[in-house]
Structures are given as structure tokens and as C-alpha cells.
């Protein structure tokens, strides 16, 4: 496979393969963009 | 802690490093290097994410159950080390629902391109979808009881889960050999031709060293909230306690 | 301020409330698909696939039916809180403009709910519509509708009463029993092309039916119910 057959959406199973693979590094990014957001908005312990 | 603190901070980012890299080469496997499927086709690639994140899902449960039962063992005896414990549970739990939701998520992509149907009430995909919905309810507990209580009853409720998933493996296949449906997709080690293995093994390591990275980052973000609220208490005490002039 | 102006006040304080804590929403949605799954385990659609599609029109709306209860019940408890109905039935606005805004809302929330909840509903129960789809997006507002007007009613004429959460089940299930005939056999036509057009057309119009009815009866009678004691 290469980079252009992986972008490429004429098939369902194409489609579903690029659905799958960005559905599991978006839900996965989203994840820790989100711990990181909120750990920017938790005070740090103060000393 | 003030000396621990850049030392953890730099095992983390070389963590990151690591798991990032070696799902860079489990990408580049699983997409580029490995031989197309003669069965299934492209779409069999789906394989390479789906598989290794199932698999992991089945773990993070049972690390929220042995949280659960040291928060519930150390509650009388020593409140510090059991809010640790109750930080870890909810991590573990949050991880298991981001892993399970996954692995169901990209098992129905596969299963409609590669067998038409979105979905079957068979043992594996109903047993899955039940473990979702205990930890997503576990979840849910924890948001919506009352401060204070929310721990102690999220503890409760993960042990009811642990026990649960045992249970409900064993019934739905009882079910499903008293009434047999179609089943998806065939077992987990049918036909894992040699040219599959390199893809599957460097993504199940990748998505595990991940999956660890996610659940200690998450596990200090909680952490880093307790403590914040601690502070915080503290601080009304002694501004409660101040003199006035 | 006109009549519609107050409406309008009323669905945005509602709106706006639910929206800050999403409890409402994120229970009904996950309440939802619960029930679903129940139904799944307990019908079996790999099993049985030509009975689960003449029973899914069934199926969905007590889903929906259940959903709904669960949301109604405490949509008037952010009114009990601080004595907040105590100025509502001082407020100069209309009664029914109240009502009207907090079933409106409700609506919302439950349509919201419906449309999470129809694509895993299909998916749950290998569902293809052999009929025409499009008359869908028209039963399910008008079913929804029916069981919302009532169910906001109800729910306020219980706000006294001792077991509170238990008589809305009681009172809304005996008075939407023509409506949720009229969707359920709407839904199971459409989804099972088993009905001709005329005869979906005519459960279409006694649903319509009903809802213009009821809402005019609610919005006649709830004045009445808001300064009961």
C-alpha cells in the first residue's frame, strides 16, 4: 500500500480502513490533548 | 519531590518518545510493509489497530479492580495512600473505557466492510460491549454521587464490575452454544500468517507502552487535582484560623 | 413582551441550565442505549431476524418511552429548588408560556437523544428501512411531541404528589396509549414495508391529531395545575 492508496475513499473498504485507523488516533490524541488541557488548568503544587 | 519532579518529567517525555515511536513503526508496518490480505483485502489492515487494543482493553479493568480494593482496604487505615489508590482506579477505568470503546468502534468499521453486517449479538462483540457499559456506568457513578461519597461508591462499584466480567463471559457463551448465531469474524488466532506477525507485534507493544503512558499521565493529572484541592482546603482552614486585628 | 417572547425566555433559561451540568443529556443518552441493549439480549436479532424487524418499531419507542420518563421527571426539579416556583406563579408572564418553554426544551433534549440513539438502534438490530425513510423524520417529532407535551404536564401535576417520580409513569402510560399505538404501528410500517402508504398516512394523521389536541388541552388547563393549592 502506499500513502496515495491509503487516502484513497472510492471503496468502502478503503474508506473504512482510513475511518478506522484516524477514529483510533483521534479518540487517542483527543485523550491525552485533553489530560494535558486540564493539566495546564490544575494548579501545580506550590513550595 | 523538588529533586524527583524534572527527573519524572523527563522519564515522561522520553516514555512519550518511545511509545510514539515505536506506533510510528507499527504504522509504517502495519500500512506500508506488511503483504495485503488475499482475503480481505486492504481493509484486513484494520486488523493491526483492532486486535492489539482489544487485547490491552481486557487489562486496564483489571488494574481499576485492584485499585478499588486498596482504596476500600486502606479507607480506615491510611487516607493518603487510599486516595492514591482511588486516583489509579479512575484512571485505569477512564483508559479501559478509551480502549474498549476503540476496539468496538474499529471492530464495527471492520466488520461492515469486510462482512457486511455493522454488528452481531455474538459472545465476543456482546461481551465486550457489556464490559463498556459497566466501566461506562462505573464513569458516570463517579460523576454524578455527591463529593465524598463518590469514591468510596465508585469502589463498590468496580468490585460488583470485576466480578461481573467473569460472570458475563461465561453466560453469553452459554447462550450462544444453546443458540448459536453467526460468528464474527472468526477467533483471535485463526490464521495469523508469519507476514502478519512483525504488524501485530510492534503495534501491541506500541499500543501498550501507550496505553501505560496515558494511564500514569492521567494518574498524576488526578493526582495533581487532589493535591490542588488539599491546598486548597488547607488554606481555608488557615485563613479561617488567622487572627483579626 | 408577547406571548412567544416569554416562551422563548423560558426554553433559553432551560436550555442554558441543562447545558452547564449536561447531567440530564449524558443520563438519558447512556439510559437509552442500555434499553437497547436489553431489547438485544433479550430478542435476539441474529436469531430471530424477520421477528426483530416486525417488533423494532416496538422496540424503539419504549426505549424512547423509558428515555423520556427519566428526563421529565426532574425537569421540574430545578424549579422546587429555592422556591423558584413560588415566582414563577407570581411572575406577570403567562402560565402556559412556562409550560409551553419547558416542553419545548424537553423536546429538544429528546430528539437529541433520538437522533444518537436511531443510527445504534439500526446498527444493533441489522435494521434496513424497507420502506420510505423519509416518512420517519416525520413519525418520530410528532410521537416524540406527544409524549412530551403529556409528559410535562404530568410531571408538574405531580410536583406535590408524595411519590412523585413513580405517578408520572402512572399517569403519562394510560393517556399516551392511543398515541404510542398510532407510532409504533407508523414505525413498524415504515420500517417493515408491511403497511401501504394510505394506511402510515392515516397513523401519521391521528398522531397529528393527537398532538394538536393535547397541546391545546395542556396549554388550556395548566394554569390551573401551577396555582392548584
Known sequence: MTWQSLFDVSTMEHRHLLFAYAAVLLIQGGYVGWIAWNWSRVKGPRH | MEQRTPTLRSVAWLWFGISVAVLVVGFRQAIFLTPTDAAQGNVGRIFYYHVPIAMLSLLFPYLNFAASLAYLYFRKRDPLKALTADAFALASAEVAVVYTSICLLTGMLWGRAAWGIWWAWDARLTSVLLLWLLYMSYLMLRSFSATGQSQTLAAVLSVFAAVDVPIVYMSIRWWRTQHPAPVFGGGPNSGMDKSMLPAFFWNLAGWAVWGIFILLFRFALERRRQLAEQEAALQAIEASLEIPR | ?229
Not at chain 3, 427519566?70 to 406577570?92: C, D, G, H, I, K
Not at chain 3, 398515541?179 to 414505525?187: I, P
Request: hydrophobic share 55%; aromatic share 10%.
Open chain 3, 1 to 229: 413582551m408577547n406571548y412567544l417572547g416569554h416562551v422563548v425566555d423560558h426554553l433559553r433559561k432551560d436550555l442554558q441550565l441543562e447545558w452547564r451540568s449536561r447531567d440530564s443529556i449524558n443520563g438519558m443518552l447512556f439510559f437509552a442505549l442500555l434499553v437497547v441493549v436489553v431489547f438485544g439480549l433479550a430478542f435476539d436479532p441474529a436469531g430471530y431476524p424477520t421477528t426483530t424487524r416486525q417488533i423494532s418499531g416496538g422496540i424503539l419507542w419504549v426505549a424512547l418511552l423509558f428515555a423520556s420518563i427519566t428526563a421529565l421527571n426532574q425537569s421540574w426539579t430545578r424549579e422546587l429548588r429555592n422556591q423558584v416556583l413560588e415566582a414563577q406563579r407570581m411572575a406577570p408572564s403567562p402560565a402556559s408560556a412556562l409550560f409551553l418553554g419547558k416542553a419545548v426544551a424537553n423536546m429538544l433534549f429528546v430528539l437529541v437523544v433520538e437522533a444518537v440513539l436511531a443510527p445504534i438502534f439500526i446498527v444493533f438490530f441489522n435494521l434496513h428501512v424497507l420502506g420510505n425513510m423519509w416518512l420517519l423524520a416525520l413519525i418520530l417529532p410528532l410521537g416524540t411531541w406527544a409524549l412530551v407535551v403529556n409528559g410535562t404536564f404530568f410531571a408538574a401535576l405531580g410536583l406535590r404528589a408524595r411519590n412523585r417520580e413513580l405517578l408520572l409513569p402512572l399517569l403519562l402510560l394510560p393517556i399516551s396509549l392511543p398515541a404510542l399505538l398510532a407510532m409504533v404501528q407508523a414505525t413498524t410500517g415504515v420500517l417493515t414495508a408491511e403497511l401501504d402508504s394510505i394506511q402510515i398516512g392515516t397513523w401519521i394523521k391521528q398522531l397529528a391529531g393527537y398532538d394538536i389536541i393535547f397541546t391545546t388541552i395542556c396549554i388550556l388547563l395548566f394554569e390551573t395545575v401551577l396555582n392548584a393549592e
